[in-house]
């Protein structure tokens, strides 16, 4: 069946550093992808999606491309805060009678002033 | 702005004793989900929502209970909980139930049972 892999976690980075969490993906087809964003005690938060291949998400500095060929969508962000520390989640749409998510486990990113 | 709520934020329950978690949203979406979350793992799947279909995912315990009053709300019930059921649970809705629609989460409510 389908399936998200991420990287395991946590990343420990430094304030400013540059970030970049592995995620690929088993599916048939090119489903849509996702990467949500979880702070301490609360809900999922959509970050950023992309719907088919080459698109590119982006939102609040992070970014991830849609890579059909390495099935791939690895979120980077430039710079980080301190405020970017929680848990990051992709997932992607997959299809077996109905359409339902499947996530990774997750990654938790730490960030240090 | 809120779009989906869940109230309330924080439940406490005795083990055994039946509590009710609530779930509201203001997209008018046709689908609504609950998810379980256990220790910032992935969230479960419990069972959705298609407008009044409810569709209950194979290995949801019948412990689990849900009903859909009308499009804005939607309710989870845990006739008998157990200690294994400490948990965050997530409301989401989507617009639809295709290969495209983003799922939107409330801000969850952490049950703990005592």
């Known amino acids: 069946g389908d399936s998200v892999t991420q990287m395991e976690g946590p990343v420990t980075l430094s304030e400013e550093a540059f970030l970049t969490i592995n995620c690929t993906y088993t599916a048939t087809g090119y489903p849509s992808l996702f990467w949500y964003v979880q702070y301490p005690g609360e809900g999922l938060q959509l970050l950023l999606k992309?719907?088919?291949?080459?698109d590119k998400g982006s939102n609040k500095g992070f970014e991830a491309t849609y890579r059909k060929e390495t099935t791939s969508f690895h979120l980077e962000k430039g710079s980080v805060q301190v405020s970017d520390s929680a848990v990051y989640f992709c997932a992607l749409i997959s299809y077996s009678g109905t359409y339902k998510y499947i996530f990774g486990t997750g990654t938790r990113l730490k960030v240090l002033a | 702005d809120a779009m989906v709520i869940q109230n309330p934020r924080y439940q406490v329950t005795q083990f055994g004793k039946p509590v009710t978690l609530s779930c509201s949203q203001t997209l008018n979406h046709n689908v609504m989900y609950w998810y379980q979350q256990k220790s910032s793992q992935a969230p479960k799947l419990l069972f959705h929502?298609?407008?009044?279909?409810?569709?209950n995912e194979a290995d949801t315990p019948d412990n689990f209970q849900s009903r859909r009053p009308n499009t804005s709300f939607c309710f989870l019930d845990i006739r008998s909980p157990g200690l294994g059921d400490a948990a965050m649970y997530l409301c989401?809705?989507?617009?639809?139930?295709?290969?495209?629609?983003?799922?939107?989460f409330g801000p969850g409510t952490r049950l703990t049972v005592l």
């Open positions: 989401a809705t989507s617009r639809g139930q295709t290969g495209t629609d983003t799922q939107y």
């Open positions: 929502y298609y407008d009044k279909d409810f569709n």
């Open positions: 992309a719907t088919k291949a080459d």
